[in-house]
């Protein structure tokens, strides 16, 4: 009997304390979700702009309205 409580004395001792590691982050695949829309939104706001300097060339040639001096984004 004294054999059975030392191999469990060395059994318990052996087990490392503490809580387990996590495996992953739990916000990792949300992250990863609003990184992905993020590129998307940034390549869509990049040809919108690109179409809107066409649009603004374009009504320029065609002498269909003035552009104002500022050429700048609104705050």
Known sequence: M???REQAIRAG???PRGRKPSDKNPLAAENA???A???RLQACL???ERI???QKKLS???GLC???AHTGRAS
């Open 37 to 39: 829309e993020i590129q």
């Open 13 to 15: 001792l052996s087990k």
């Open 46 to 48: 990049t040809q919108a």
């Open 2 to 4: 004294a054999q059975g």
């Open 52 to 54: 809107i300097d066409v």
């Open 60 to 62: 320029q040639l065609l």
């Open 66 to 68: 003035e552009i104002p």
């Open 33 to 35: 979700r609003l990184q």
